[in-house]
């Protein structure tokens, strides 16, 4: 039993308005609330760090399992209603603390912002308390943790928004905010470009919606939909046990971003390989001429980032790239329920070239590995797959048909791999594939090491 979590990024439509998009007084409206809860939350971490013996204190409670009293750190919620005990001026507490009464300072903020704001100030709090505890252990004068930042994403209580999606026309697709529009706090409709992936889980009833959270930036605002599922998944253990049980290996390389095997009995089912249509190439033309730039304009200004758009073309060319491969080997696995995903336990990847933009160009290759493989165990998972990343050693220079040393050639449409024992000749991206069955079986020269004795 498990739970996945997906996140859908829906975008405010803040174009031109005769577009069809939301006025100038409407993103406004947007970055003064933004502003409104930094300052309360601002409020409330200072509140925290003035009452920080609040935060470890100790309660008593009572265990039904052990039928006796216990002690436990206070909750967040505890801690959320003494502090509105002591900040909040209301008939059963007319007179909170002195200096520290929010009513005042923020006038008409709504309670559900306030209860939000004073959730994030108390993780933020701990946070810092608990880093500095460390800090204060280690004796060091360097590395003290700085003090909690009040600037923050807005997470949105439900009460705080309402969405409209039921319409199919996208002109009626809106949702309504509660936002501070410089003197009161009203309800304000936004256009929503909605996503398709949203309105799928939307319609799924074993997806359930978390409070989303907005997020502001210079030029664009966007709504983050968390929602959650319960997964059944056996462990490991238990379906390895299982003799018709079905893997499915993922080998990542440059070229072939993924080369998919699916194994059972023993045998190879299917194999897909997923290519990067150019990427690498294109991104090397890229990073030939951001190199270039970087000489010519000599040692870079502390605090400046130079050829933001281009970097910025770089990123989502990744990022696209790892979400379209992850979505192949999910589809593959969806294909064969029950079945356990597997993956190399690669972790540190020196780049090598000898040009800066070949370095960088391998540093960015070696970071869509990671990104591939974290995008595909959410994706996996999402649909009650297991992921198993497993001992890489010689996966590459083994032969999947034998088990012995071969040898890799370098040829003009990639690599082949040859095995001199049994004349195997294969893709050299294929046999390490299939090597990542025989690595999760423990065959061949994959055995576990024996513990030495003495």
């Known amino acids: 039993m498990g739970q996945a979590t997906r996140t859908t990024k829906l975008p405010l439509d803040l174009g031109k ?4 998009g939301a006025n100038t007084g409407k993103r ?24 920080a013996e609040k935060l470890s204190e100790r309660v008593s409670y009572y265990s039904e399992k052990h039928l006796e009293l216990r002690t436990r750190a206070i909750s967040a919620n505890e801690l959320l209603t003494w502090a509105e005990a002591c900040t909040v001026e209301t008939k ?14 923020f006038p008409h903020l709504p309670f559900i912002y306030r209860r939000s704001v004073i959730k994030d100030a108390i993780g933020k709090v701990r946070s810092y308390l608990s880093n500095r505890a460390n800090w204060q252990k280690t004796g060091k004068r360097k590395g003290r943790p700085g003090w909690p ?12 928004y309402t969405l409209h999606l039921e319409s199919t026309e996208v002109t009626s697709r809106f949702v309504q905010l509660k936002v501070y529009d410089g003197k009161a706090w009203v309800w304000v409709k936004y256009p929503v470009r909605c996503s398709r992936y949203f309105e799928q889980r939307s319609h799924e009833q074993a997806w359930e919606h978390k409070s989303p959270i907005l997020v502001l930036s210079q030029h664009d605002a966007s709504l983050h939909f968390p929602q959650t599922k319960e997964i059944k998944a056996k462990k490991v253990m238990e379906s390895k ?68 758009q281009l970097w910025q073309h770089v990123d989502h060319l990744n990022e696209d790239a790892a979400h379209k491969t992850a979505r192949s080997i999910a589809n593959v696995c969806a294909k064969y329920p029950g079945c356990v995903l597997l993956f190399e336990r690669l972790r540190k990847i020196k780049a ?90 423990k065959q061949w020269h994959w055995q576990p090491r024996l513990k030495r004795s003495g």
Not at 29 to 48: G, H, K, M, P
Not at 290 to 308: I, T, Y
Not at 429 to 434: A, H, I, K, L, R
């Open 149 to 160: 930042g009040p600037a923050d994403h807005p997470t949105l209580y439900q009460g705080t």
């Open 28 to 51: 406004a409206a947007l970055a003064a609330t933004v502003e409104v809860l930094n300052a309360a939350r601002s409020f409330y971490i200072d509140f925290f760090l003035a009452h």
């Open 241 to 308: 046990q299982d003799p018709d049980l079905v893997t499915v290996a993922v080998d990542l390389n440059v070229r072939n971003l993924a080369v998919i095997t699916v194994r059972q009995h023993g045998r190879i089912l299917e194999t897909v390989f997923v290519t990067d249509h150019g990427l690498d190439a294109h991104r090397y033309r890229h990073l030939k001429y951001l190199a270039k730039k970087q000489w010519l304009s000599g040692k870079p200004v502390k605090g400046e980032h130079s050829n933001q």
């Open 352 to 441: 090598h070239g000898e040009s800066r933009s070949r370095r960088m160009n391998r540093k960015r290759a070696n970071q869509l590995r990671g990104k591939i493989n974290q995008y595909a165990k959410q994706k996996a998972y999402a649909g009650g797959t297991v992921t198993v990343e497993v001992n890489p050693h010689g996966t590459s220079q083994y032969c999947a048909r034998c088990g012995q040393k071969g040898k890799r050639i370098k040829l003009k449409w990639g690599k082949l791999f040859w095995c001199p024992h049994c004349g195997y000749e294969v893709n050299a991206d294929y046999n390490g594939s299939v090597n990542v069955h025989h690595s999760f079986f």
């Open 92 to 105: 059963e507490h007319p007179h909170p603390s002195s200096g520290w009464t929010v009513t005042s300072r």
């Open 17 to 20: 308005r005769r577009d069809g």
